[in-house]
């Protein structure tokens, strides 16, 4: 099967001003699609002709983007021990509170809160109590699979964890 090129469209020339390709009329299927047919002619690309809409042709992608962060730097990568430190990550894709959740693993320091400031750029405090050791930074992504969840209604939530950055505490 041959993808149709751009020249199986007609130009509208029925009394519409727009002018351009595929609004009122159009060719696919050997069928002219115009007002008076549209819903046939759309249900030929559906029902009657279901080749075309698996067809690859469509160029339709059945996947969602992803959803796992990358860590590009942090804003320090060292502190003393008992000393208050914020570290600001700079990233990418890092969830909003309205479509996921997302937060910080230090070690073994798990579900740090963060300050959300956009999807590449946030910000979470090194917990006071930390010992001397090196630590492995990473941002969490926890989202449910769902755009528009039910209200009372829990879902599993699929984890996407970042690149891991080391953190020094002295």
């Known amino acids: 099967m041959s993808c149709p090129k751009d020249s199986t469209a007609t130009t509208s020339t029925n009394g519409s001003s727009s002018g351009y390709?595929?609004?009122n009329s159009s060719t696919s299927n050997n069928?002219?699609?115009?007002?008076?047919?549209?819903?046939?002619?759309?249900?030929?690309?559906?029902?009657?002709?279901p080749?075309?809409?698996q067809s690859k042709c469509r160029k339709i992608v059945n996947k969602y983007p992803s959803f796992t962060p990358?860590?590009?730097?942090?804003?320090i990568t060292s502190s003393a021990k008992?000393?208050?430190?914020?570290?600001?990550?700079?990233?990418?894709?890092?969830?909003?509170?309205?479509?996921g959740t997302t937060y910080v693993n230090f070690g073994s320091y798990t579900n740090l809160p963060?300050?959300?400031f956009s999807s590449?750029?946030?910000?979470?405090?090194?917990?006071?109590n930390v010992k001397v050791g090196d630590y492995s930074v990473v941002v969490v992504n926890v989202y449910n699979g769902n755009f528009s969840p039910q209200v009372n209604t829990s879902y599993s939530g699929n984890l996407n964890i970042s690149n891991a950055i080391n953190y020094t505490i002295v």
């Open 51 to 53: 080749s075309y809409t």
């Open 21 to 23: 390709a595929g609004y």
């Open 114 to 116: 963060i300050i959300y």
């Open 120 to 128: 590449t750029y946030l910000s979470f405090e090194i917990p006071l």
């Open 82 to 99: 008992g000393a208050y430190s914020v570290v600001y990550v700079n990233g990418y894709n890092f969830l909003p509170p309205a479509n």
């Open 31 to 49: 069928i002219t699609m115009t007002d008076s047919n549209r819903a046939q002619y759309n249900n030929n690309l559906t029902q009657s002709n």
């Open 70 to 75: 990358v860590i590009y730097s942090l804003s």
